[in-house]
Every structure is written in structure tokens, then in C-alpha cells.
Antibody, heavy 122, light 106 residues
Framework: QLQLQESGPGLVKPSETLSLTCAVSGGSISSSSNYWGWIRQPPGKGLEWIGSVYYSGTTFYKPSLESRVTISVDTSKNQFSLKLTSVTAAETAVYFC??????????????WGQGTVVTVSS | SYELTQAPSVSVSPGQTASITCSGDKLGDKYASWYQQKPGQSPVLVIYQDTKRPSGIPERFSGSNSGNTATLTISGTQAMDEADYYCQAWDSSTVVFGGGTKLTVL
């Protein structure tokens, strides 16, 4: 059974860089039928997609975040990572990693990590 | 940027049919997916490609998508279905989520 597990600092200072990793177990991150994404959810609010990455390294990001986001994949460690620079308190949220199920034109997120809380505060 | 609009809340009596809608410009030309999220839990995919149910999702969950509106229908709603529901679609290589609908079963 595929599992995803987020890890990283739970507290980040304003203007600094948020860095998270998602470890994939029970399956290969290099499977050509899947790709991987990051989603966040501020307290009491809805889901916001941050970006996604193929195992090949091809990425696509939410346009409003693109200048500050980097998502990368490490196939040797079967994991992928998120870096978000210059964070503000408004980016305090639960950060989820998830798998896209490659289904033509749909590509939903069919597997999710448990989420990790990141607080941006000095 | 593309937007998906959902009503903030919907109420339904146990055993009745709940309909949760998601509106977006020409949404019917795209595929819609739906997620269920209970408090403190990760979202769960319940519908994808407008109408398909992943393995393990009860048959009472169904979906449709036409024109500007996608609809998630829960037939014979149970107390366990009380949750937040989010629609999602793709637009220009970006993922868009609706704002979410809180379904109350009372």
C-alpha cells in the first residue's frame, strides 16, 4: 500500500524559507503513471494547490506562487521536496503531499499524506 | 485566473439525497474531481473524471458535470457523510480547488 509522509520544521520565521520533504513508501516515485504534488490548508480554510512534479523533474506551479516555489524529486531516496521562500504569517497552514493518479484529463489526487503543520512566526 | 465556486454549507436529513454543486466557466468542458475531508483528517478522493468512484467509495456517491456546473450527489446520506467537500479541476496546467462546502447531516 502506497504511503506518503511529510516531514520538516514545524516553525519557520517570517521572510525565511519553508522546506518540507515527502517520503514515498510502498511504491516507486518513478512510476510513469503517477506524479506528485503539494497542497496546503490554512487553519479553518480551504485547500490550495502549490505545485506538482513528475519523476523526470518537470514541474508546474500555482502562478501566484511560482516566483517563490521550488518542487524537486529525489528518485534515489524515493521522495520529493518543497521549498517556499520569503514566507509570511499568512502561509501558516497544514501542508499535504499527495499523488496524482494519471487519468487522462483528470489526474486527481488519489493518495494523500497525513499533513504537517507549519507555523510562520518569529 | 480560473475559479470554482461552491456554496459554503448544505444541510440534509439522514436518508435523504444531498446535492453539492461547483460552478466554473465552461466547467463541463473539463473533468471535475471531488474530495471529502473530515475534521483533522486528510482529504479523500470520492469522485474523479466527473462520474467515477475510486475503489472503496460507496455507491451512494455519484457525480455529474455539464455546462458550468459539476454536482456531487450523495444518495441515502448517512451521518458519517458529514464533512467538508471540495471540487477540483484543471485549467491551463494548474490545479484549482473550489472553496469547499460543509455538509451537515441533521
Amino acid at each position: 500500500q502506497l504511503q506518503l509522509q511529510e516531514s520538516g520544521p514545524g516553525l519557520v520565521k517570517p521572510s525565511e524559507t519553508l522546506s518540507l520533504t515527502c517520503a514515498v513508501s510502498g511504491g516507486s516515485i518513478s512510476s510513469s503513471s503517477n506524479y506528485w504534488g503539494w497542497i496546503r490548508q490554512p487553519p479553518g480554510k480551504g485547500l490550495e494547490w502549490i505545485g506538482s512534479v513528475y519523476y523526470s523533474g518537470t514541474t508546474f506551479y500555482k502562478p501566484s506562487l511560482e516566483s517563490r516555489v521550488t518542487i524537486s524529486v529525489d528518485t534515489s531516496k524515493n521522495q520529493f521536496s518543497l521549498k517556499l521562500t520569503s514566507v509570511t504569517a499568512a502561509e501558516t497552514a497544514v501542508y499535504f503531499c499527495a499523488r496524482h493518479l494519471a487519468v487522462v484529463g483528470s489526474d486527481p489526487f488519489d493518495m494523500w499524506g497525513q499533513g504537517t503543520v507549519v507555523t510562520v512566526s518569529s | 485566473s480560473y475559479e470554482l465556486t461552491q456554496a459554503p454549507s448544505v444541510s440534509v436529513s439522514p436518508g435523504q439525497t444531498a446535492s453539492i454543486t461547483c460552478s466554473g466557466d465552461k466547467l463541463g468542458d473539463k473533468y471535475a474531481s471531488w474530495y471529502q475531508q473530515k475534521p483533522g483528517q486528510s482529504p479523500v478522493l470520492v469522485i474523479y473524471q466527473d462520474t467515477k468512484r475510486p475503489s472503496g467509495i460507496p455507491e451512494r456517491f455519484s457525480g455529474s458535470n455539464s455546462g458550468n456546473t459539476a454536482t456531487l450527489t450523495i444518495s441515502g446520506t448517512q451521518a458519517m457523510d458529514e464533512a467538508d467537500y471540495y471540487c477540483q479541476a484543471w485549467d491551463s496546467s494548474t490545479v484549482v480547488f473550489g472553496g469547499g462546502t460543509k455538509l451537515t447531516v441533521l
